[in-house]
């Protein structure tokens, strides 16, 4: 299994910016993808941005060119940088890892984890 911890988040006023992490621990593993979703009230989940092994990001059009997403491999910690939020950023903010679980042997599988959501609330 891949424990995933988030911290950062709350409360900012509208222009202003915050900052998320999310460490991933476990035993065996390694990591193809990190990212973040968002999930406002009464909506789908929706992608914010990924960022995969070798540096590649994607990010939804909504956020480009104010958010940035970064990560340290050797801590397995993947970060968000928010800024110039806005009202409608508003929504819990989910973790989310795509990584290799390995067995005895050559054996591993792929799945995907969600850390457990912090929420960032951006007021007007």
């Known amino acids: 299994q891949v424990q995933l911890v988030e911290s950062g988040g709350g409360l900012v006023q509208a222009g202003g910016s915050l900052s998320l992490s999310c460490a991933a621990s476990g035993s065996s593993f390694s990591i193809i993808a990190m990212g973040w979703y968002r999930q406002a009230s009464g909506k789908q989940r929706e992608l914010v941005a990924i960022?995969?092994?070798?540096?590649?990001?994607t990010y939804a059009d909504s956020v480009k060119g104010r958010f940035t997403i970064s990560r340290d491999n050797a801590k397995n910690t993947v970060y968000l940088q928010m800024n110039s939020l806005k009202p409608e950023d508003t929504a819990v903010y989910y973790c989310?890892?795509?990584?290799?679980?390995?067995?005895?042997?050559?054996?591993?599988?792929?799945?995907?984890?969600w850390g457990q959501g912090t929420q960032v609330t951006v007021s007007s």
């Open positions: 960022i995969t092994n070798g540096g590649s990001t």
């Open positions: 989310h890892v795509v990584a290799n679980r390995y067995y005895s042997g050559s054996s591993y599988d792929t799945g995907g984890y």
